[in-house]
């Protein structure tokens, strides 16, 4: 096992409105992907009053080794999440809200209609927000990305998360062409919406392929990209291959305005969501 460098940790913050958040979302029974997902960020996320909303429930349909959230049978759909969602996001004063799901290939449009549903109730009851979405690849289903553009987000997230030479490790169940296709068809369908990908590293990617990755999503249009290191969750989770220093990410910043990403988000502790506003800026 790989020691951690000193660049990878976790600066320790006071509670702050950590408990306020906590405490709010688990009394309105929210999955925020933030816990979820173990993301290293929590605390100071938390403490600036924000989250990231995780609906359909917190039981994965997919077995992506790297991932966090549970992979077991997935849960009824609750029908009072736009409205608990609604509430929280007013009780906090977030302005920038992101939404995302764990992947529900047992439902027939993947979730795109409760998505749909949740953006809708913010958009109506809250405002001068803006919501930012970060959606599974609804096997491909042109249908269901449609529905989730026409509820009206500001972004659209769908995240690559590795090189395509690693798929079959980190993501036996997805498929890098169907994110990239996702990404273009969010363009067709409403070519102002921001999309926005991501992309994890240290499982034993080349930095060649890293920057082919970051030329195929400029391909198909991608505006906003975060780049990040991978932290293994568990010991039932794929292996750290390597801690990339955090020159190599800068580099990958700097390549990345170079090829006309909007915003770049390039460092070892970026997640998906983190400052996510920033990319609105």
Same mark, same amino acid.
């Given at each position: ?61 997919? $077995? %992506? +080794?790297?991932?966090? @959230?549970?992979?077991?049978? !997935?849960?009824?759909?609750?029908? *009072?999440?736009?409205? #608990? =969602? ?38 109506? $009851? %809250? +405002?001068?927000?803006? @919501?930012?979405?970060?959606? !599974?690849?609804?096997?491909?289903? *042109?249908?269901?990305? #449609? =529905? ?44 102002? @919406? ?88």
């Amino acid at each position: 096992m790989i020691k951690k460098p000193e660049w990878i940790r976790v600066k320790l913050q006071g509670e702050g409105k950590f408990a306020k958040v906590d405490g709010l979302l688990a009394e309105l029974s929210l999955n925020t992907v933030c816990k979820e997902a173990n993301c290293p960020n929590r605390m100071e996320c938390f403490n600036k009053g924000t989250a990231t909303f995780m609906i359909l429930g917190r039981n994965c349909t997919r $077995n %992506c +080794t790297f991932c966090n @959230v549970t992979k077991a049978l !997935p849960q009824e759909v609750d029908r *009072e999440e736009p409205r #608990k =969602i609604t509430e929280a996001v007013k009780h906090l004063g977030i302005k920038h809200v992101v939404i995302t799901s764990v992947t529900r290939d047992d439902l027939k449009d993947g979730g795109a209609m409760h998505f749909s549903d949740v953006v809708k109730s913010l958009k109506e $009851n %809250c +405002t001068g927000i803006t @919501v930012e979405v970060l959606i !599974p690849d609804f096997q491909g289903d *042109e249908g269901s990305l #449609k =529905i989730v553009l026409d509820s009206g987000p500001e972004i659209l997230n769908h995240n690559v998360e590795t090189v395509p030479s690693l798929y079959e490790k980190v993501r036996p169940m997805a498929d890098y062409q169907r994110s990239l296709n996702l990404l273009r068809n969010s363009k067709k369908v409403n070519h102002s @919406v921001m999309t926005k990908s991501g992309m994890m590293l240290g499982f034993g990617e080349t930095k060649v392929e890293v920057k082919s990755v970051m030329n195929d999503l400029r391909n198909v249009g991608c505006d906003v990209l975060t780049i990040g290191q991978y932290l293994r969750p568990s010991t039932k989770h794929i292996e750290v291959y390597e801690y990339v220093h955090p020159d190599i990410f800068k580099e990958y910043e700097e390549t990345g305005y170079e090829m006309g990403f909007k915003y770049v988000a390039s460092s070892p502790l970026v997640r998906s969501s983190y400052n996510a506003a920033k990319a609105l800026e």
